[in-house]
Each structure stands twice: as structure tokens, then as C-alpha cells.
Nanobody
Framework: QVQLVESGGGLVQAGGSLRLSCAASGRTSSRNGNGMGWFRQAPGKEREFVAAVTSSGTSTNYADSVKGRFTISRDNAKNTVYLQMNSLKPEDTAVYYC?????????????????WGQGTQVTVSS
């Protein structure tokens, strides 16, 4: 029902930056109170939490591994969530997924999220 589409992934050298975008459409979206999150999954690894933002955009939550380097934000008028990634490291290489929960919270568990995007590949070379 809800569609989430990520974009902005690519190949970048270590220390570089990328900005990911997640465009939402459908009956249930951040405009109706959805908290939004970013997760990532590398080959052979479990999907892990990266960052989340409340429905209002006033509160955020980050994994320890990305604090100080990544910034999550949202523009509810455009139904879009962003992830600014700076000082990228090879260990950041993964498929990045956008997700929406139903409570407007900054949940870190993947099981709190109802809707998921297709994912966008981020590759950081050394």
C-alpha cells in the first residue's frame, strides 16, 4: 500500500560523502505520523539499524557506528527522508533501506517498521 523508493547510492572513496533520499507515497506516510528509519545490510550480515527520525522531525536516533558522521532529516511537505553520509568508511558498504513505522517513533528494531523500500547500494572503496 505504501511505497518507499530510495535513491542516491553509488560508489565513493573512503572519506567521501553521499546523500540518500527516500520518497514516500500511498495512504500511510510520514504526513500521517510515521517515524522513519534507515537500515543497511551487507552480504552475509543481518540487517542493522542506522538512523531514525520522529514523525515531526524534531528527534533523531543513531547507531553508535555512525554518530557524528551521518545525519537523518525529513521534509514532510515532500514526503521525503534524507540520510547525509560523511566521512564514509569501507565498512559502511551495504544496501541501504528506508523504512516507515506506525507510531511516529525513533525505533531501532527492524520489527517496529511496517513498510520498506527496495534499497540502494552504497559502496565505499579503500
Amino acid at each position: 500500500q505504501v511505497q518507499l523508493v530510495e535513491s542516491g547510492g553509488g560508489l565513493v572513496q573512503a572519506g567521501g560523502s553521499l546523500r540518500l533520499s527516500c520518497a514516500a507515497s500511498g495512504r500511510t506516510s510520514s504526513r500521517n505520523g510515521n517515524g522513519m528509519g534507515w537500515f543497511r545490510q551487507a552480504p552475509g550480515k543481518e540487517r542493522e539499524f542506522v538512523a531514525a527520525v520522529t514523525s515531526s522531525g524534531t528527534s533523531t536516533n543513531y547507531a553508535d557506528s555512525v554518530k557524528g558522521r551521518f545525519t537523518i532529516s525529513r521534509d514532510n511537505a515532500k514526503n521525503t527522508v534524507y540520510l547525509q553520509m560523511n566521512s564514509l568508511k569501507p565498512e559502511d558498504t551495504a544496501v541501504y533501506y528506508c523504512a516507515a513505522n506506525l507510531g511516529g517513533l525513533t525505533a531501532s528494531s527492524r520489527y517496529a517498521y511496517r513498510y520498506w523500500g527496495q534499497g540502494t547500494q552504497v559502496t565505499v572503496s579503500s
